[in-house]
């Protein structure tokens, strides 16, 4: 049993590698540049599948987008709502977390990232809910979204798990900073 699934086994959710939807990333990067000076906030919506969790959108809470900053209201949380962890950005140049962050992650789910400045791919870092950093992937996994028949799509195809950043992947996210610059 390797480390991961250690910290992660559960009856109900087990799962011993994580993989995060590249728009998720692309999501998370351009609302935290729209919150720039504070913090953007939002939680991670995903699916068990092959004891792999796949990140595959976020959930947005009210007033985190805004100049408000990114205070955790978890009384904004439906209590019926399920998600697998939290996102959030530091205007800053580090990404560890607060002991506030760490009593969010402690409370709110079983996964959770943080980028900092300059935000962009790798300015991510992913903890898990006692705050250790811990490894996860990037790739395509939006047709998770869609439906159940993702069988037909063989996602390791798209992006093997040592591939974490293709010349591609950070071609992409260079441009995506550029436009906010210029904006
Ligand atoms: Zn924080």
Redesign the pocket.
Known sequence: MSFISKIFHNKEKKFNKIKVDQEVLNSVIYYANQAYPN?FLALFDGKIKDKILYITSLIFLPGETGNSG?VFHSDMIPPTLKYWGTV???PGPSAQ??D??LY?FSKHGLFHM?VCLPYSYQTFKAYDKYGNTINYTIGNYEHLNKNDYDDFFDEDDILDDNEILKPGLLDETDEFNQEFNDF
């Open positions: 913090e990114a959030h950005s530091h977390p607060s506030a962050d969010t943080i």
